[in-house]
């Protein structure tokens, strides 16, 4: 991560080494020095200068990198490197995930055609703040770098920091963008710039929620919202200690329709709400008016959306426009079984 913000300040860079499995944290000036040797094999082999190549690492902290291994693998990497490779490399990063992360768009300026791909991995140790997480997003428009890197935040902050899968955050998580002007499409007009902001949105939405879905152990994924709030802030901070909640998390994966841990998780929030005024749905089915259950017949209506692998919750605290939302998912057994023998 340190080397990698670094060389980022120039805004080029030419090639990306990644490795999963290891996370090379904490092993102090040789876990350092491992990582640059990686980007300097990679940096050989391709005939770069060692600072136009960025580094990743993502897997079990502690560990010492078996760099020989990895510099021994370097050339047939290189090798094997081809325009259709993003799916080889989505599978590659992937650690306990059980699927590859991968998506495409296509954006079109006067005629023209570009493109933007997004390859992720993910399983555990995720929460707002990117997490356990690496992304990895390549597009062929010719734009700035402050422009890009400008995009790419507000970007993330709409999507990538917007989910949770327990609750933990770990030392790797990174997304870079990389563009490489070959569609001869360039951000001209705000206009423009829009629209690819809109199509990167999209693409890293779809990323996140593929990450959310194949979360360890994971059962069902929820859209927490909260509307109502006296700022958009105030709503994501509650969506978030909602989504975040292990009795919410486990409520989930029980399928208990339990809103009295939900008024309570947003009581500890932190921000200003109104005890008496809350709203409180499962999709469509109302369970609370005013903070008071709406009843036994709301409460079976509830269940039957918390049985289907994706729903929503909302919670409308009746207090002004603010609104957010954030996508969590349920705490399993499954979980506590992989996490609990991780390294072994």
């Not at 992360?101 to 791909?117: A, D, F, I, M, S």
């Not at 707002?128 to 390549?138: E, V």
């Amino acid at each position: 991560v340190r080397i990698t913000r670094k060389r980022m300040e120039t805004g080029i860079s030419n090639a990306v080494i990644v490795n999963s499995g290891n996370a090379n944290c904490c092993n102090g000036e040789t876990g350092f020095q491992d990582a640059l040797n990686m980007a300097g094999a990679t940096a050989r082999g391709l005939e770069l200068t060692d600072n136009k190549v960025l580094v990743a690492s993502t897997g079990v902290i502690g560990k010492r990198l078996p760099i020989e291994k990895i510099e021994t693998a370097v050339p047939n990497l290189i090798e094997a490197l081809n325009p259709d490779g993003f799916m080889d490399f989505a599978k590659a990063i992937m650690t306990t995930d059980t699927v590859p992360k991968l998506e495409h768009r296509q954006g079109h300026v006067h005629g023209r055609t570009y493109n933007l791909v997004g390859m992720a991995k993910g399983s555990g140790m995720i929460a707002p703040n990117m997490a356990t997480m690496l992304c990895f997003i390549c597009t062929d428009v010719s734009i700035p770098h402050p422009l890009l890197r400008k995009v790419l935040v507000s970007a993330v902050d709409k999507t990538l920091n917007r989910i949770c899968i327990d609750g933990d955050t770990s030392t790797n998580d990174t997304t870079l963008i990389l563009a490489n002007g070959q569609s001869n499409v360039s951000m001209d007009t705000m206009g423009q710039i829009e629209d690819f902001q809109r199509l990167l949105e999209q693409l890293l939405n779809s990323l996140a929620k593929s990450l959310v879905k194949d979360g360890e152990g994971v059962t069902k994924c929820v859209d927490i919202i909260v509307k109502g709030a006296m700022s958009n802030q105030n709503a994501h901070t509650i969506a978030n200690t909602l989504a975040t909640s292990p009795l919410v998390k486990t409520a989930l994966f029980g399928e208990d329709a339990n809103w009295g841990r939900l008024i309570a998780a947003a009581g500890r929030a932190g921000v200003p709400i109104d005890p008496d005024s809350i709203d409180i749905y499962f999709d469509q089915a109302q369970m609370t008016r005013n903070s008071i259950s709406c009843g036994p017949e709301a409460e079976i209506q509830a269940t039957r959306a918390l049985k289907k692998p994706e729903f929503s919750i909302i919670m409308d605290l009746n207090m002004g426009e603010g609104s957010a939302s954030v996508l969590t998912c349920d705490f399993t057994i499954d979980y506590i079984k992989i996490n609990a023998d991780y390294r072994s």
